[in-house]
């Protein structure tokens, strides 16, 4: 069964500071995968995704994600943070393309000035 | 465009009682997916249907759950009699077919007294 794990519940971070935000998952069969970013009382909206094609995958807002089969992992990166970033960061997996989508618990990121 | 509506965006009642949760997709989208997200579990997909059909229901939560999608443009996600433990926030997303991102609404609060 594919999983989906987010290391961190929280993660701070000062204004201008890298942002890494780390996802390891499990899955069967190559993978899709997916980061989304919640706004407070907003839905998902989708940052990036992996669909077998580069491993270096680039995002809205300046974040990218790498994509590491041998380290199982798919970490969301920014060089500088900013205010506007802080948010609930979800990374997801899915073995069945873009349908049925498994989420991880979620990371909150805070940015400080 | 519009995004997925969903309405209410804030539910309050008390347990026993029927709620009815509702969403129109985006127009021209041929996939909808409903979703639950709560502290202890996460986002959990419940439903999704492909083309007004439901394709997988293998996450509702037992038979007080029930979704339909009488049409392309509206679903709703039915939980008779409630109970205090599905107090969450529902999503609902919609893609333009199975091989696309999905998108989600804003989501309704529910909670049960």
């Known amino acids: 069964a594919q999983s989906v794990t987010q290391l961190g519940s929280h993660v701070s971070v000062s204004e201008g500071a890298l942002v890494l935000l780390r996802c390891n998952y499990s899955s069967s069969v190559p993978p899709y995968l997916f980061w989304y970013v919640q706004y407070p009382n907003q839905g998902l909206q989708l940052l990036l995704k992996y669909t077998s094609a580069a491993t270096l995958v680039k995002g809205i807002n300046g974040f990218e994600a790498e994509f590491k089969k041998s380290e199982t992992s798919f970490h969301l990166t920014k060089p500088s943070a900013h205010m506007s970033d802080a948010a609930e960061y979800f990374c997801?997996?899915?073995?069945?393309?873009?349908?049925?989508?498994?989420f991880g618990t979620g990371t909150r990121l805070l940015v400080s000035p | 465009d519009a995004g997925v509506i969903q309405s209410p965006r804030h539910e309050v009642t008390e347990m026993g009682q029927e709620v009815t949760l509702r969403c129109k997709p985006i127009?021209?989208?041929?996939?909808l997916f409903w979703y639950r997200q709560t502290m202890m579990r996460g986002l959990e997909l419940l439903i999704y249907?492909?083309?007004?059909?439901?394709?997988?229901d293998s996450g509702m939560p037992e038979d007080r759950f029930s979704a339909k999608m009488p049409n392309a443009s509206f679903s709703t996600l039915k939980i008779q009699p409630s109970e205090p433990r599905d107090s969450a926030v529902y999503f609902c997303?919609?893609?333009?077919?199975?091989?696309?991102?999905?998108?989600f609404g804003p989501g309704t609060r529910l909670t049960v007294l």
């Open positions: 249907f492909n083309n007004n059909v439901p394709i997988d």
């Open positions: 127009s021209g989208h041929n996939s």
């Open positions: 997303a919609s893609s333009p077919d199975r091989t696309d991102t999905q998108y």
């Open positions: 997801a997996v899915s073995d069945q393309g873009f349908q049925k989508l498994v």
